[in-house]
């Protein structure tokens, strides 16, 4: 099992930056995607950003592309997403979560979770 302890949330303005932190614990040998999810009041989870676990091919959800990104520090296994031109849409808690499967985007396949930080972009 791998543990994900998820960091950096808070409450920002309409086009400040924030970087969240999810730090990689246990048994990482076999998980080969990391990835940010997300969700907000009364949607459904989802996908945002993964990155393979040698912090290589990163992919993302078409609404974030161009704003945020997806980085991986190998020797500290934390993996972070830096939130540029933010936006109250997306108001959410995020989540990391690892996956032995590589390059998927499906929650499915995603069998390890952090608790979630909250983010909420005020206008």
């Known amino acids: 099992q791998v543990q994900l302890v998820e960091s950096g949330g808070g409450l920002v303005q309409v086009g400040d930056s924030l970087r969240l932190s999810c730090a990689a614990s246990g048994r990482t040998s076999s998980t080969y995607t990391m990835g940010w999810f997300r969700q907000a009041p009364g949607k459904e989870r989802e996908f945002v950003a993964a990155?393979?676990?040698?912090?290589?091919?990163?992919y993302y959800e078409d609404s974030v592309r161009d704003r945020f990104t997806i980085s991986k520090d190998n020797v500290k296994n934390t993996v972070y997403l830096q939130m540029n031109r933010l936006k109250p849409e997306d108001t959410a808690v995020y989540y990391c979560?690892?996956?032995?499967?590589?390059?998927?985007?499906?929650?499915?396949?995603?069998?390890?979770w952090g608790q979630g930080t909250q983010v909420t972009v005020s206008s």
């Open positions: 990155i393979g676990w040698g912090g290589i091919n990163p």
């Open positions: 979560a690892a996956s032995r499967t590589s390059y998927t985007r499906v929650a499915y396949y995603f069998g390890s």
